[in-house]
């Protein structure tokens, strides 16, 4: 069974950067895209970042695009979000989430259901 456990959130100012990390265990990470959601309340859960396979692509939602940054590292199984120039809009639970699809590239990937496994999710806070 994955597992998959973000760290990394926290209260942050406007204009702040925050780095989140995922770990993945129990199965199998090096040959899945990955990718990083985020769900504020009373909205639904939306695609920020996602990465392929090898880490060789990487895409980006229009609203943190030139702000966020998404790495893994395949060795130790690990996904990350740099998050800089940080606004009071990017508030919201964050969730690192495991695609259905290997050795693919992630590209067009921007829906939850194609993704099978998620963590239990990471709090940010932006003040203003």
Not at 12 to 37: D, E, I, K, P
Not at 56 to 82: C, E, H, M, P, W
Not at 106 to 126: H, I, K, L, M
Request: net charge positive; hydrophobic share 30%; with cysteine.
């Amino acid at each position: 069974q994955v597992q998959l456990v973000e760290s990394g959130g926290g209260l942050v100012q406007a204009g702040g950067s925050l780095r989140l990390s995922c770990a993945a265990s129990g199965g199998t990470f090096s040959t899945y895209h990955m990718a990083w959601f985020r769900q504020a309340p009373g909205k639904e859960r939306e695609f920020v970042a996602g990465i392929s396979w090898s880490g060789g692509s990487t895409y980006y939602a229009d609203s943190v695009k030139g702000r966020f940054t998404i790495s893994r590292d395949n060795a130790k199984n690990t996904v990350a979000l740099q998050m800089n120039t940080l606004k009071p809009e990017d508030t919201a639970v964050y969730y690192c989430a495991r695609g259905r699809r290997t050795f693919y590239s992630g590209r067009g990937a921007y829906f939850p259901n194609e993704y099978d496994y998620w963590g239990q999710g990471t709090q940010v806070t932006v003040s203003s």
